[in-house]
């Protein structure tokens, strides 16, 4: 048939398209036993290498399985391992391989981080696939129908922690991505949009903890100036003993990672009820000023310490420890400074927009002149 043929949607996840009924789990874990594994290794030239393989023969596994002559799935079959295994002969896969071939855990690590993820409501990719495709039917994205915990098990392909040192060697392995495809097409999971999606939601979770300067406008190096609003993390060193004085920075790490789901969205709403306290600057007609991000005390704060942004766990623990009075002051000379810059920069605006556009001249010297008008972009704080 193809590329495209007939979806399944199995509550297991043993690959079959005949007619017979599909093979749960247990029963197909029970093939990797020995004497009830399906004779495709017999006469199968054991012991070919893979980069030998031509990559025509990959791309024709996957997309033509039904034109593969016998001696194309014996040379497949001849890599022994399970990349070679679904790319030859997809519907004999065990549940085991695969796992193995879609880059997730064994089944039984898989079905416990489903159940802790989902508090035991579910326990198959499939329960969890289907609750997120639904979400993004619905809503466009998978929070809040799916917990934090949900979406970073979605975004890690099933795994419990960022761990993919068990995969390294299949990751890039010739027919590897052809093998994920043919599987994955054939199960209808992972789905690429939901995949996509969480992977995404957990990058802008990752950059709000752990935050790093970025570069508007392409001015100059990082600059302490271009910090955000303290984030989850600023708030989590504020409830440490002695504010994590006694942590090395790997441990604050650490003892973030090992809070819950549910105690982490504690700091995220206090970064949420925070973050929109001082706006992005605007002129009076509303256009954003260039080259201020959202300005705070904090970024006052930053510049002051002078230790950049490989001194960021540092400037942390140092703005904690600061009184509230003291933050308060940092934030009212926040607010000035941004007066301040609006000011001056409104004003370069409305002398730019009274001179009216630069005079073209015909001499080379003249032209070779940068132009004063607006478009030059405002002195870095």
Not at 223 to 252: C, E, I, K, N, Q
Not at 266 to 294: H, I, K, L, N, Q
Request: with cysteine.
């Amino acid at each position: 048939m193809g590329r495209r043929e007939q979806r399944r949607h199995p509550d297991s996840f043993s690959v079959s398209t005949n007619a017979q009924p599909l093979v749960p789990f247990a029963m197909a874990e029970s093939r990797d036993r020995e004497g009830d594994r399906p004779d495709t290794d017999a006469d199968s030239g054991q012991g070919v290498d893979a980069t030998g393989i031509p990559e025509a023969l990959y791309d024709k596994a996957q997309n033509h399985q039904d034109q593969l002559t016998h001696e194309e799935r014996r040379l497949l079959l001849g890599r022994g391992d399970a990349i070679g295994k679904a790319l030859a002969h997809p519907d004999s896969l065990t549940a085991e391989e695969t796992h193995r071939v879609l880059l997730w855990p064994p089944p039984d690590v898989v079905r416990a981080n489903i159940q802790r993820a989902t508090g035991g409501s579910l326990s198959t990719p499939h329960e969890l696939y289907a609750k997120a495709k639904d979400a993004l039917a619905h809503g466009g994205k998978l929070e809040p129908t799916l917990s934090h915990a949900e979406i970073l098990l979605l975004a890690r392909s099933l795994r419990g922690t960022e761990d993919w040192s068990a995969d390294a060697g299949n990751l890039h392995a010739p027919g590897a991505s052809q093998a994920r495809e043919l599987i994955s097409h054939r199960l209808g999971v992972p789905d690429p949009r939901v995949a996509v999606t969480a992977m995404l939601y957990q990058r802008d979770r990752s950059a709000t903890v752990f935050p790093y300067p970025s570069k508007p406008l392409g001015r100059g190096p990082y600059s302490p100036a271009d910090l955000p609003h303290p984030s989850p993390l600023h708030h989590f060193l504020d409830d440490l003993p002695d504010r994590g004085s006694h942590l090395t920075d790997r441990g604050v790490v650490s003892a973030w990672t090992r809070l819950s789901a549910d105690q982490k969205d504690v700091y995220y709403a206090r970064f949420a009820a925070t973050r929109g306290a001082m706006p992005c600057p605007r002129t009076e007609d509303g256009e954003s000023v260039p080259g201020m991000a959202e300005y705070s005390g904090f970024k006052v704060f930053a510049k002051e310490t002078g230790l950049g942004a490989n001194g960021l766990l540092q400037m942390l623990r140092r703005w904690v420890d600061l009184t509230d009075e003291q933050r308060v002051a940092y934030d009212a000379r926040a607010v000035a400074e941004v007066a301040a810059f609006r000011a001056a920069y409104q004003q370069r605006r409305d002398a730019a927009a009274r001179s009216g556009p630069p005079v073209e001249s015909t001499s080379k010297s003249e032209s070779a002149e940068p132009s004063d008008g607006v478009s030059s972009p405002p002195p870095s704080l």
